[in-house]
């Protein structure tokens, strides 16, 4: 759009608003024929029409603003906002009122007039949640996930979308459902997700057919599908879809949509190199872009013209009024001039009185202003300090929490690697997943008030699910046996063995699900089931389904399980946990873009469910061991351990003794200082909290004296400021306690080759 153009929009917009503001009751009658679009359009209204006859004329308003919506032709429907809201009060429902305010706030969204949207759109919530109107409220989620997609929060506006799916579901809205799982793929398109692009796409494929696969929303639906397919690298399959788009809009006033047509055809050959394809789709494109500014440009000019007619004739009428009162006022005698005279100086009389009295207020108003301001101040400083205190709370209990759990996962790392103990290599193994997984809890628990405004993880693993779930199980064996319980993991073959996703959340989903079944169910079976929904090449949608023969959960209770530290239980004297295992649960998955659904029937049990989207990973089992660490590369290597704990002490000597490490202890950073300045080690490993002198103090005064050496933080705190002060420091890389075995023997072994090969360049 020219800069013209943008400023007659404003123009017209911003005239519409000052007209109209001088009178609280627009007219209705002959001046508003004057605009030509609006009287082809809209069934015919004046001052004496029926009720029904308003409410005909405001359906048709809400059917042609909606239509022009769609048309990219926003001024008409601008300036007869006004009227139409007005003629919606008068009906006496809600319901044209909260639609006509939806259509009016996103075109103005169109016009980044997101302010004006915002008002409207508030007014409609703060109605809705006097009436508890499931429907209104839909829409103002859906208004409010439209105002942050058109101020470019767009993973914000997925996320608000996401948000409104359960009410429209239940509303039984397929309009809406189709809308909002459209834009939800539209947005992971242009964020370049196209793993939940895909997801999205497919639901959106089942409203389009429920609803008959009308051609505007059609052809914007394939347009999403060749965005998705170009993400996916498959130019020639997108290409298709975009042919599919423009054939479907030419011809017809979705111009926009056409245009995107041709955009997304030019983006997939440019991925192709075919620069002849592009230059064809380039003349068409100029075009089509010309044609839709000269179309917006006289829509305008049309617009204000209307506009203009519309005051012209207003004034023209004032005119005629004020010439016969003239002619009255010279035929009245001189009293009845006095009587005016003396009128219009008491009406300025009144308007003194009126001018101070609000003076007066005003200055109450000023003086309270003052003071609600010094009180946000003080509450504000409170809140700083409040949130100060609470991120320290956080680091400390942070630290005090991994160090023991440090031990349990260095012991059992060490005992794994002893031959001698092969017998109990399963529990072992069992023992260091459920630390591992106590680690990932804690962390959840320790930010849980953080989750809500986190993005779920991108971190992401190769596994075998049917492994991993059987280790999960087996981490339940003590309060299976203990409850008398029948476990049975039923895994489908249509699903892939090897699946690429995070497999630390997806464990912490399944341990609090299991760990519940198991905890509430008594001699019964648990049922944990595995199944395929939904296959590409690269991608599967894997159903979950943990069910049991437990006493079940009243429909009553059912809303209420997710709520945090909530206990629900069915049975006296039974089981009696923190209360945050199902709130953890519901947060992670909305997170993932997915929900989980409860099943449940008093005495017979309960079944929850939910469905994940997961890569498949192409790679040969093999590839999903670790390497293999090479032994030699530690042997005989001097470090230097710093670390005031006795118990830590003792686990990371061990550890790195079994690949024959010389190790010194500093139990403090002035010991520290003083062995390497009387040694010489090929690495050290700092821990960052000890008395006397910390880390970050150690490290800066070694590298006072000794720049190559490298060291590594060892940190039981994950803080982004103390991640900050490590690196200022001097240090080359921080391992968070407790860590995984053969990722600290890979960060050791990186380190001294790092400066290894460092040390050789300086020499050549």
Not at 56 to 81: D, G, N, R
Not at 383 to 400: G, Q, R, V
Not at 651 to 671: F, H, P
């Amino acid at each position: 759009m020219t800069n013209l153009t943008k400023t007659l929009l404003f123009l017209i917009f911003f005239y519409s608003i000052s007209g109209r503001s001088q009178s609280e009751v627009p007219n209705i009658g002959p001046d508003l024929t004057s605009y030509t679009a609006i009287n082809e359009s809209l069934p015919k209204i004046s001052k004496d029409s029926t009720n029904a006859e308003i409410i005909k004329h405001v359906e048709a308003t809400i059917a042609w603003m909606t239509e022009e919506h769609y048309k990219s032709s926003y001024a008409p429907s601008l300036i007869y906002s006004d009227t139409a809201l007005y003629l919606a009060k008068k009906t006496d429902s809600t319901k044209y009122l909260h639609d006509l305010r939806t259509v009016i706030g996103n075109t103005m969204l169109r016009i980044k007039d997101t302010a004006r949207a915002k008002v409207l759109f508030l007014k409609s919530f703060e109605e809705a949640k006097v009436s508890n109107d499931s429907t209104v409220l839909l829409r103002f989620i859906n208004n409010l996930a439209n105002v942050y997609y058109f101020t470019d929060y767009k993973k914000k506006a997925a996320d608000k979308y996401i948000e409104s799916i359960g009410i429209a579901k239940r509303l039984k809205d397929t309009t809406r459902l189709f809308v909002i799982h459209h834009n939800v793929a539209r947005i992971y398109n242009e964020i370049e997700d196209p793993v939940n692009s895909s997801f999205y796409i497919k639901e959106t494929e089942r409203y389009l057919n429920d609803l008959g696969n009308p051609p505007h929303y059609l052809s914007s639906h394939i347009h999403n599908q060749g965005q998705m397919l170009l993400l996916l690298n498959k130019p020639d399959e997108a290409i298709l879809k975009f042919k599919e788009t423009i054939r479907i809009c030419e011809g017809t006033e979705f111009v926009d949509a056409l245009i995107e047509g041709y955009e997304g055809y030019r983006k997939a050959l440019e991925v192709k190199k075919d620069y002849k394809g592009i230059y064809e789709v380039d003349k068409l494109l100029s075009l089509y872009d010309d044609k839709k500014e000269k179309d917006v440009e006289n829509n305008i000019i049309e617009a204000v013209t209307a506009e203009l007619n519309v005051e012209r004739y207003k004034e023209q009428i004032k005119s005629k009024e004020l010439e016969k009162q003239l002619l009255e006022q010279k035929a009245e005698q001189k009293n009845g001039l006095l009587f005016i005279v003396f009128l219009i100086v008491f009406l300025l009389l009144i308007i003194l009185v009126i001018s101070y009295l609000s003076s007066e207020k005003r200055q109450v108003l000023v003086k309270d202003l003052k003071l609600k301001n010094s009180q946000y101040l003080v509450a504000k400083e409170e809140s700083e300090y409040l949130a100060k205190s609470k991120e320290k709370f956080f680091a400390t209990i942070s630290h005090e929490l991994r160090t023991p759990l440090y031990g349990v996962v260095g012991i059992s790392s060490i005992l794994l690697e002893d031959k001698a103990l092969n017998g109990h290599k399963e529990d072992l193994k069992t023992l260091k997943f459920s630390a591992n997984y106590l680690l990932a809890l804690i962390n959840d628990l320790l930010q849980f008030n953080k989750i809500e405004n986190k993005f779920f993880t991108k971190e992401e693993s190769t596994f075998n699910l049917k492994d991993q779930i059987s280790i999960i199980v087996s981490s339940f064996e003590y309060i299976r046996l203990q409850h008398n319980n029948e476990i049975n993991i039923q895994v489908s073959e249509e699903v892939p063995p090897l699946l690429k996703g995070n497999l630390i959340r997806l464990s912490q989903v399944l341990m609090n699900l299991v760990g519940n079944a198991c905890k509430f169910t008594e001699r019964g079976v648990i049922d944990v089931i595995v199944n395929a929904k939904a296959k590409t090449d690269t991608v599967v949608e894997v159903e979950f389904i943990i069910k049991d023969t437990g006493p079940g959960i009243e429909a009553s209770k059912l809303s209420s399980i997710f709520d945090e530290f909530s206990q629900v239980n069915a049975i006296p004297n039974s089981y009696q946990g923190t209360g945050l295992g199902l709130p953890i649960v519901k947060k992670l998955l909305e997170q993932a873009g997915s929900e989980i659904v409860v099943e449940s029937d008093l005495g017979k049990g309960c079944t929850f469910k939910f469905t994940l989207p997961l890569k498949i990973e192409v790679a040969q089992e093999q590839e999903m061991i670790a390497p293999i660490i090479d032994l030699k590369l530690l042997n005989n290597k001097r470090i230097l351990i710093v670390e005031d704990n006795r118990i830590n002490q003792i686990v990371t000597k061990k550890i790195l003794k079994i690949s024959n490490v010389q190790c010194d202890i500093a139990e403090n950073g002035d010991e520290a200082i003083a062995k390497v300045k009387e040694n010489t080690y090929d690495l050290i490993l700092m821990d960052i909290n000890m008395p006397v002198k910390n880390g970050i103090d150690a490290t800066r005064e070694i590298r006072l004296f000794n720049k190559t050496v490298p060291i590594i933080a060892l940190t039981a705190v994950e803080i982004e400021e103390e991640r900050v002060l490590v690196f200022e420091s001097g240090m080359n890389d921080i391992i968070v306690k407790p860590y995984d075995l053969d990722y600290f023997k890979r960060t050791i072994i990186k380190n001294i080759l790092s400066a290894s090969n460092s040390t050789q360049k300086k020499t050549a």
